[in-house]
């Protein structure tokens, strides 16, 4: 959600800004502005719509000069998107430009005070009363002011400042919204994502929850709430540019759908040793947990789907998902049995944040399965195991979610010889199935070169649904999410032995069904399922193995996927239905990379 960057240097600000901006788009956004410090004067300029507009405003800037500056990305909260609720705001006497990600809960209350003591305010926006309240606290000490005004916020924040008294600095502070600080050689940077400069230097600092940063072109000096001097640890970041570029690709989308073997290798393969499955991270001793708890939103929520059943199933410990939005607010019964398993591709989602810190409250141990190194949900969690990824720049998750998934299968088959519950047979045999899901990923992309062709067939649906019973369910609400995100099309994710309870009524003639039948023991009641909506007048769309001849007999067109064990299944048959997702979506004429409305990171509630 947004996306911010800094600059300091002896470069030209505004292209390397404005660049920054660019590798920023696939966060969601609908605004964007720049502003460049020349000397003691500051020149902004804002548009609304993609950054491309922005560009076209701001080369033809002469005033846009200098070797400093802030730049922005917006997705509205406050204020509806148009240039003037559009980042960077100015304070009211001109010395100050802030941009911000996050949102502001006492901006009413504030804004009110400031109004009172004289301030007008031009636009619509929580972050436009930031800036006014720092320009109020401001007394000739800018540290001071920043750090005041952060302590005066209730709320989330990710900020960057410019002083007109500074020239040549930039600063930088944060609350629950993530930035973090590249550093140069004469140059320095920050940014709300590593990607903003990734292509100007690996070595990064992350800055932590009220801690503000002071960025000159040769010195980065980090201060806690106190305003104390505060060491930290540089880290070096380990993929490069061409990760975050799309390599022939028409879209960051199919890149990562056809990236998914060689991340899901990356995830397991540095975790099986000597045929053993191996957690640095972890020291838990699982057997005083009586109940594991999964939490996350949106994708990651259906992967904590999947992760419940593997986890039940190999371990027979009672595992729950819930949706961190709802979970934060329900009261839960959690104590210190309680394993919390909070997933996020980020590692910034507003709401699994607070579920867990709801949990912690509670006492129980918090595990993050996160993508991102050094993320606040990395950080808040008691342990955190990497999936290992690579960067995912299109909004829908495609290898975030599958790595989630091989890290469920992983963690549920230590946890189960931990406990006692699989022999050492069954143990070995687990791991060479898991050795074999990147070659089995790869063969689910070679089996289905059709899908194109099938996208064309039934990219013109107004409603489609998607059937499926235990594994293949939990898998059908991902396969779901996928297609309404970037195609725009309803879509709904039904168990099917619901169908007679309801859901049935909405088939009618020509209706798409798509049934995901891959899970074996209940081969022949998803059969009967598809035979119900097709009695109907429902076209059958099935995803089914390999060596699955009966499916051929029901359904209208099929998906293939290799055949693999029932409990390993998840992880590949998601990758058709990515793929498909993705034709339609094109077929459409969608922006697939940056679905309308939606962001990266949901870094507020």
């Not at 606290?137 to 008294?165: Q, R, W």
């Not at 500074?166 to 940014?191: D, R």
């Not at 934060?328 to 579920?355: C, F, H, N, W």
């Not at 689910?444 to 990219?459: G, P, R, S």
């Amino acid at each position: 959600m947004c996306g911010i960057i800094g600059f300091t240097g002896t470069g030209d600000a505004r292209g390397i800004i404005l660049d920054g901006l660019k590798r920023l788009e696939y966060r969601g956004y609908d605004s964007a502005g720049i502003a460049v410090q020349n000397g003691n004067e500051i020149n902004m300029v804002k548009a609304q719509g993609k950054v491309d507009n922005l560009i076209s405003i701001a080369e033809k800037n002469d005033k846009l000069i200098g070797t400093c500056g802030i730049g922005h990305t917006r997705w509205a909260t406050h204020g509806v998107p148009n240039d003037v609720n559009a980042h960077p705001h100015l304070s009211e006497d001109g010395k100050f430009a802030l941009v911000h990600n996050g949102i502001i809960e006492n901006q009413l209350e504030i804004k009110e005070r400031l109004i009172k003591k004289g301030m007008t305010f031009k636009s619509d926006t929580d972050t436009e009363v930031m800036v006014q309240l720092l320009s109020y606290n401001y007394d000739g000490d800018i540290k001071k002011a920043i750090l005041k005004t952060m302590s005066e916020i209730v709320g989330s924040f990710g900020i960057g400042v410019l002083c007109a008294d500074n020239p040549g600095i930039v600063y930088t502070a944060k609350v629950a919204s993530p930035i973090v600080i590249g550093l140069g050689v004469g140059e320095n940077y920050f940014g709300s994502d590593i990607t903003a400069f990734i292509n100007h230097t690996k070595n990064v600092i992350d800055l932590d929850d009220n801690e503000l940063a002071e960025v000159s072109k040769d010195k980065v000096t980090i201060y806690n709430y106190k305003g104390e001097e505060v060491k930290k640890s540089i880290r070096k970041v380990t993929w490069d540019i061409a990760a975050a570029e799309k390599s022939g690709y028409e879209h960051f989308m199919l890149k990562e759908i056809m990236e998914q073997p060689a991340a899901i290798k990356a995830t397991i393969e540095p975790r099986i040793k000597d045929d053993k499955i191996v957690f640095d991270e972890l020291n838990i001793d699982i057997k005083k947990f009586d109940r594991v708890l999964i939490t996350a939103c949106g994708s990651a929520y259906y992967a904590g789907c999947v992760g419940k059943n593997v986890i039940e199933k190999i371990c027979r410990l009672h595992t729950s998902a819930e949706v961190a939005s709802e979970l934060r607010y329900s009261d839960p019964m959690i104590d210190e049995k309680t394993l919390v398993i909070a997933v996020s591709q980020s590692g910034e989602t507003a709401d699994t944040i607070a579920a867990m810190k709801e949990a912690k409250s509670k006492g129980a141990v918090v595990l993050a399965i996160v993508n991102v190194v050094g993320s606040t949900i990395a950080k808040l969690a008691d342990y955190a195991i990497y999936t290992w990824a690579g960067p995912e720049i299109a909004v829908a998750t495609t290898k975030g979610y599958t790595t989630q998934i091989a890290v469920f299968y992983m963690f549920a088959i230590w946890a189960a010889k931990q406990l006692g519950k699989i022999d050492d047979k069954k143990y070995v045999e687990y791991i060479q199935d898991i050795k074999r899901l990147p070659e089995r990923a790869q063969r689910t992309l070679d089996l289905n070169t059709k899908v194109q062709k099938l996208a064309d067939k039934y990219f013109h649906n107004k409603s489609i649904f998607f059937i499926g019973r235990y594994f293949d369910y939990a898998v059908c609400l991902e396969g779901s999410l996928k297609l309404k995100e970037i195609s725009y099309i309803h879509s709904e994710a039904y168990a099917a032995g619901e169908l007679k309870h309801g859901t049935i009524a909405l088939i009618e003639e020509g209706r798409l069904v798509v049934a995901v039948c891959c899970y074996e023991p209940l081969l022949d009641k998803i059969i009967s399922n598809i035979q119900q909506v097709k009695a109907r007048g429902a076209e059958v769309l099935a995803l089914a193995m390999e060596d699955n001849k009966k499916i051929f007999k029901e359904a209208d067109d099929v998906l293939l996927v290799p055949k693999t064990d029932d409990i390993f299944m998840p992880i590949i048959e998601i990758i058709p239905l990515q793929l498909f997702a993705y034709y339609v979506a094109k077929n459409n004429k969608c922006d697939i990379d940056k679905p309308k409305n939606l962001a990266k990171s949901v870094t507020v509630e």
